[in-house]
């Protein structure tokens, strides 16, 4: 019975405050929304940083024709140099370090060259003799890149040590401020959002002063008179917080399932799935919001 | 039922006190008139009972408990033991006279059962058979408090708190709604009036308890109202 009370009043207050409510749904569903995209780019850079830290690696170039670096003042790269190279690499002192050395001729180099620009006009100019071959190293651990760039760079013979992983974190550095920015709109628009309910609770508490009046005098229970008012502002936050999770999904199901996959194949992208775990996360958001401003609210409005 | 002991309430430190050193007991099943021009301490002694303000000295005993030793998640259990009704009535005028009786029993939790049973019930104590689904604006003054009483005693408390419950109907109504007041205090409800209407008061001939500047200056077990000449000449 109370049960059905508090629903029916809950009820009769969001049909007063109509205007007032859907202005917190929007509010609540662009705030959450923003928090929701920041959420997606870091999972979207965890996701990136699994998939290429396993195969970043190390690329030893070794000296052609035309290098300038002072390791290469010799001359290309001689046969002598290349063993001895390969032979620090696999040897004792490097194995705590490399997990494994492969090795790329100038030919294969000029495939993946091919591969990687078939629609690009340059690719019919460039041949193998002037791609670098180089030794493809994967680290035990990726961050030791500096143990390999300082014992080999010098080393006659060798023309660059580059360190793919730098490209990488330029990228994520990007991301991560992007979803910085995300955060700061969610912040501001969650202060308004906060606001927003806070005025609402008042006006609900002002138009339904009498029967709280009433309620007070005839030894309703606390619980009683100021749940329809916390709840009002949750259902409102949270049905925010359902339209913020379904805008989400289609961003990650159109944008990035339908369009950005299909542009860059290579790339792993978050899937559905994995957005559908934030929704919870931006639920419970959505209430905590609601219940904890409508509560500090109550406190200053409706005499208990 | 009701236990006032040198009770002092102070509303503002600069003004005199609202009530100044009130000690009075109320049996169970009492009718009291309090009496007292406006600002004479009726209505602070009203509230000091239902414990929307606490007394600044003293000790106030409602049902042999020490409101002050309530805890504020108690005060509902303690106005549950208590009917209150006022000049202006307080109805929610989008409800019908059903529902506005029911409202006191939906809000603690009655069943639907139960409301359904006991609300015509009360409506006919207080004399409104059969007008169920009016509006409160279809009635008249007298009508509209008739259905604020029912309210106040639907869950049946111990004691009735009536603040001039009479002062917006003509005599010949006021005398139907004493007529209702008086039936409910012989079914053993304690009942206290705060009051200014003389005709009432010496018509009843019930215990009488006048206050002047917030202290009782008389205490008369069946008195007239004789304050007004005094108060005027004042």
């Known amino acids: 019975m109370r049960l059905a009370f508090i629903l029916s009043e809950i009820g009769s207050g969001l049909r007063r405050n109509l205007s007032m409510v859907i202005s917190v749904i929007l509010v609540t569903f662009i705030s959450l929304t923003f928090v929701g995209a920041a959420g997606l780019l870091q999972l979207q850079i965890n996701q990136m940083k699994g998939y290429w830290y396993d195969r970043v690696q190390v690329a030893v170039f070794l000296c052609v024709e035309n290098s300038t670096s002072p390791s290469c003042a010799a001359g290309p790269v001689t046969e002598e140099q290349r063993d001895t190279i390969r032979g620090m690499l696999e040897s004792e002192a490097f194995t705590p370090y490399v997990a494994s050395v492969e090795y790329e001729s100038q030919d294969e180099a000029l495939g993946h060259f091919k591969d990687q620009f078939a629609n690009s006009p340059i690719v019919d100019s460039v041949t193998a003799d002037q791609l670098p071959e180089s030794f493809r190293v994967n680290l035990v651990d990726p961050e030791k890149y500096e143990v390999i760039n300082e014992a080999f760079s010098s080393l006659p013979g060798v023309d660059v040590v580059s360190d793919q992983r730098e490209l990488l974190e330029k990228v994520f550095s990007v991301m991560n401020r992007a979803s910085l920015g995300a955060l700061l709109v969610a912040g501001v628009m969650t202060v308004c959002a906060i606001l927003l309910i806070a005025t609402t609770i008042r006006l609900s508490a002002f138009s339904r002063r009498r029967e709280t009046g009433i309620m007070r005098l005839v030894g309703a229970s606390k619980a009683v008179i100021q749940l329809p008012f916390i709840l009002e502002g949750v259902i409102a936050a949270v049905v925010g917080a359902l339209l913020a999770s379904g805008a989400l999904w289609g961003m990650s199901r159109f944008v990035i399932g339908g369009w950005l996959a299909r542009e860059y194949p290579e790339t792993a992208f978050i899937s559905d799935q994995q957005v559908l775990l934030l929704v919870p996360a931006l639920i419970l958001l959505g209430a905590l919001l609601a219940g904890v401003s409508s509560l500090l609210t109550l406190r200053r409005y409706v005499k208990v | ?234």
């Open chain 2, 1 to 234: 039922m009701i236990r006032f002991e040198n009770v002092t309430k102070v509303y503002d430190a600069t003004s005199r006190p609202a009530l100044d050193s009130v000690s009075l007991e109320v049996d169970r099943s009492e009718f009291v008139f309090l009496v007292g021009a406006s600002g004479s301490g009726k209505s602070t002694f009203i509230r000091l009972v239902l414990k929307e303000d606490s007394a600044s000295r003293g000790a106030v005993y409602v049902a042999g408990q020490n409101v002050a030793n309530i805890p504020s998640w108690r005060v509902p259990r303690l106005r549950r033991g208590i009917g209150v009704v006022f000049q202006d009535f307080r109805l929610l005028p989008n409800k019908t006279v059903f529902a506005n009786v029911a409202f006191a029993m939906q809000v603690i939790g009655k069943s639907r059962a139960v409301i359904r049973e006991t609300v015509p019930e009360v409506l006919k104590t207080v004399g409104l058979e059969g007008k169920n689904n009016r509006m409160p604006h279809e009635l008249s003054g007298g009508e509209q408090q008739r259905v604020a009483i029912a309210r106040a005693i639907v869950n049946r408390p111990g004691i009735l708190l009536a603040d001039e419950p009479t002062g917006n109907l003509d005599p010949t109504t006021s005398m139907g709604i004493m007529k209702v007041l008086d039936r409910i205090n012989s079914n053993g409800t304690t009942v206290v009036m705060a009051t200014h209407d003389d005709d009432i008061v010496n018509t009843m001939r019930k215990r009488v308890v006048e206050l002047r500047n917030g202290a009782v200056v008389r205490d008369d077990a069946q008195g007239i109202y004789i304050g007004e000449t005094e108060a005027v000449a004042e």
